[in-house]
């Protein structure tokens, strides 16, 4: 038992964060002790009277991602302090063992908080990570009925594991009270990558919160549907006015527009590097579309930003990203020997 109270002395002393010292590989040369050993006994540690030193006690588990403490920790859920079972749930999640997956199902009702998070989204976030698909129907329940951190980490877990069964909870989520929860949905639609999410996302894309815009214009390029093709120019071609101000919102669109490579969208995508004023780093996404898109009618206005090298109407990194758009389009449409 000497070596549980050197170690319980030196968690209750020690200022570091988590189990860095674990990584550090303090405790070998310390208290002698190998992996397995410090696995050991931190286990015993769990249970011991002291707040501080359970709490660390869980964090140096996590560290060291030792499944011989699955058990263990999932007792730990029990805890009567909320960090002991909010830290217990995010180490069960890095460890990613399969058979901590129904503890964290019943977890998914303790709303119990500690910095930074509820339990129940810690635990969330932990079935994500482990990804068994017995977490699914459970997940989709609180994504319905949880609290706006718990609907969130809902929606990322659910993109995680990526079942059929979550395409229309996630599609009704993008209406959400909270633009984050539906941020998160659009997004874990396009992960999953269901035809049926199409439509509910060409309607989010008119979103008037600019997060969930941008996460739905993503999911629709990750899909890769042409039905967004249109919807998504509409939409270019509804906001030209606000790019020097709001450029932030039209990322995802022009993203998804070079990803779905339709040629519908090269001469919108032209008409956008005419805007004066354009920020640098929006232009960039243009070209890079269509460099993506790899459409002849796009070399020319490519040409002439590459050619500014004395009006500085275009920027450095405009330049450079043009002559890269330039070359994929000669690889797209021209032989070696041409």
Not at 23 to 47: C, D, P, T, Y
Not at 54 to 83: C, F, H, M, W, Y
Not at 186 to 197: E, S, T
Not at 285 to 301: Q, W
Request: proline share 3%.
């Amino acid at each position: 038992m000497k070596e549980v109270y050197e170690l319980v002395d030196w968690l209750r002393n020690d200022r570091s964060e988590g189990g860095r010292w674990v990584n550090n590989k303090l405790f070998e040369r310390k208290l002698k002790f190998n992996r397995q050993e410090i696995g050991r006994v931190l286990v015993e540690v769990l249970s011991h009277e002291d707040i501080v030193v359970r709490s660390r006690a869980v964090d140096a588990l996590r560290e060291l991602s030792d499944t011989q403490a699955v058990g263990p920790l999932i007792k730990s859920l029990e805890d009567e302090e909320n960090i002991i079972r909010q830290r217990s749930a995010v180490a069960l999640g890095d460890i990613g063992d399969a058979s901590a997956v129904e503890a964290l199902i019943k977890a998914l009702d303790d709303d119990g908080w500690y910095y930074p998070s509820h339990v129940n989204t810690a635990a969330a976030k932990a079935l994500g990570k482990i990804g068994d698909l017995r977490a699914v129907e459970p997940l989709i329940i609180s994504l319905n009925k949880g609290n706006l951190f718990l609907r969130e980490e809902a929606a990322v877990a659910l993109g995680r594991i990526r079942d059929l069964r979550a395409v229309e909870p996630l599609s009704e989520a993008l209406n959400d009270e909270n633009v984050s929860v539906g941020s998160e949905s659009a997004k874990a639609l396009g992960y999953i990558g269901d035809i049926r999410a199409v439509m509910p996302l060409i309607r989010a894309i008119h979103h008037e919160h600019s997060l969930v815009h941008h996460s739905a214009a993503f999911a629709l390029g990750e899909i890769g549907d042409l039905r967004a093709v249109e919807p998504l120019i509409e939409v270019l071609r509804c906001q030209e006015k606000d790019f020097e101000y709001f450029p932030v919102r039209n990322w995802g669109t022009i993203d998804a527009l070079g990803r779905l490579g339709d040629s519908r969208a090269v001469e919108p995508l032209i008409e956008l590097l005419k805007i004066p004023g354009l920020a640098k780093n929006i232009r960039d996404m243009v070209i890079a579309a269509l460099g993506e898109l790899g459409d002849l009618r796009a070399l020319e206005p490519l040409k002439e930003i590459v050619r500014d090298n004395c009006k500085f109407t275009y920027s450095l990194s405009n330049r450079v990203a043009a002559g890269r758009a330039i070359e994929q389009i000669k690889i797209n449409n021209f032989s070696e020997e041409e």
